[in-house]
Structures are given as C-alpha cells and as structure tokens.
C-alpha cells in the first residue's frame, strides 16, 4: 500500500514538474488554451503550451471538476495530462504527433459513459487514481495573430484503482478493485490565446 501511494505521488511530481523547465524558456512562443469539450462536462481547465524548438513544444493540460449534480451524479476528478509533441511543418502549425502521459483523482457514479469506460458507472460510484499514456495526432488552424483552434484525439493505455461504492449518498464501501484500459485518452477541441 505504502509503495502504491509513493509511485503515485511521484508520477504526480514528475508530471507536474515537466512544465516548469519549460516555463523559463526566455524568448519563446506560450500559448494559453482551453479545451471547449471538457467546458461542456461543466470541466473547468486551461492549459499551456511552450515552444522547445522549431518542431517541439510541451503541452500541459490541467482539469478540475468539481461538481456533484441531482441524484448524485458526479464526474468530479482533477487531472494533469503533460504531451511532448513534434510539428511536421513548425510549431503551433499544422499536424502533430505527441506523446502524452496522465494522472487523475477522481470520484465519479450516477452516469452512463459511452465507449463501455467503466459500464457500470451508472449503478455504482468510484473513487480513486488512474495513470497512463497515449499517442496523439493533431492539427493545430491559425485564425490570426493572436488566436488558434486546435484538434487532437490520442488514444493509449490507463490503469485505475479505485473504491467502489453504492451509487446513492453516502453510500457504503462495496470493495477495491483495479481497471485497465486501452482506448481513447485523449479528444480536444482547444481553442487557443498566444501570448508571446
């Protein structure tokens, strides 16, 4: 248990810790985004993006939901999902492939989830970790100076661990349990503010 929760905090730390490096970039292209997908699920995040090189940049994502809606329905988590990514033309243009690592808490129940995440979701309630990583492809439209629209989808591999529980308030602990899952990691619809 106690290695558990130690390889858990410091993939947090490492993940976490990836931007900054990038962040005292003097003289480089940073960006500021927001993914219009995740304000839909009522998903409150920002993200930024640092030129490394003409053909680099770190892309750093954070999530952060946390709401409880009517009959219990939750989807609350907090995630960070840093990508390595290479342009094919020159950065913030075109196509790109990343490379894109994740870690999230979450709790989430009361909700019916395509693609069979967790199928039973919708009966029970869930909290607990998840990490992983994925492959990505994008393309990245300019529509001025200043402003960008971006489309990415990644797919790769997560491991979760979590409690499960009964789906009402407050409800009992059922058990543990460990998810895996290779699919979709990543869908995006950012749109973009470049700062410098």
Not at 23 to 47: E, R
Not at 66 to 91: A, G
Request: proline share 3%; glycine share 10%.
């Amino acid at each position: 248990m106690y290695k558990n929760k130690l390889f858990r905090w410091t993939l947090l730390g490492i993940l976490i810790g990836m931007s900054f490096p990038a962040a005292s970039l003097q003289g480089q292209d940073i960006t500021v985004k927001t993914n219009l997908l995740y304000d839909v699920t009522t998903t409150f995040n920002l993200g930024a993006e640092f030129r490394l090189s003409k053909h680099f940049t770190l892309d750093v994502p954070l999530n952060y939901n946390p709401w409880t809606f009517s009959d219990n329905k939750k989807l609350k988590h907090i995630m960070v999902q840093p990508e390595l990514r290479y342009w094919l033309c020159e950065s913030f243009y075109s196509h790109f492939f990343g490379f894109h690592a994740l870690y999230s808490h979450y709790n989430m129940g009361g909700l019916d989830l395509p693609g069979g995440v967790l199928c039973t979701l919708k009966d029970y309630r869930y909290q607990g970790d998840m990490y992983g990583m994925g492959l990505s492809w994008g393309y990245q439209w300019v529509l001025s100076r200043r402003w960008s629209l971006e489309a990415s989808i990644g797919m790769g591999y997560i491991h979760m661990e979590h409690d499960k529980y009964e789906c009402k308030t407050c409800g009992d602990k059922i058990g543990k349990s460990k998810h895996e899952y290779l699919g979709p990691t990543k869908v995006a619809l950012n749109l973009i503010y470049v700062i410098k």
